[in-house]
């Protein structure tokens, strides 16, 4: 069973920083690329960035040069350290297991990240 735990979300004042933590269940961490979503209240749940197995990242445009996603092994843990943050950024942000051999998909149940102007 696989299980996502994400954290650190929290207000900050545009222009500052923060970092999310999503702790992953599973002793196959490594083998599964790992991303990052992010859903506005009104909105469709949008792509923000993806680091793959072989360490390969993608970003969103609307966060490129600002967001970092990296993930450490051995702590099943993957981040997103957020810098120049925007009110634009405001949004329950997601983490997301896959696709595992089987197609499938895994997601945690948000952290709030709130940027005021």
């Known amino acids: 069973q696989v299980q996502l735990a994400e954290s650190g979300g929290g207000l900050v004042q545009a222009g500052g920083s923060l970092r999310l933590s999503c702790a992953t269940s599973?002793?196959?961490?490594?083998?599964?690329?790992m991303g990052w979503f992010r859903q506005a209240p009104g909105k469709e749940r949008e792509f923000v960035a993806t680091?793959?197995?072989?360490?390969?990242?993608t970003y969103a445009d609307s966060v490129k040069g600002r967001f970092t996603i990296s993930r450490d092994n051995a702590k099943n843990t993957v981040y997103l350290q957020m810098n120049s943050l925007k009110p634009e950024d405001t949004a329950i942000y997601y983490c997301?297991?896959?696709?595992?051999?089987?197609?499938?998909?895994?997601w945690g149940q948000g952290t709030q990240v709130t940027v005021s102007s």
């Open positions: 997301r297991r896959g696709p595992d051999s089987g197609g499938n998909y895994y």
């Open positions: 680091l793959t197995w072989s360490r390969r990242t």
């Open positions: 599973g002793r196959t961490f490594s083998a599964y690329d």
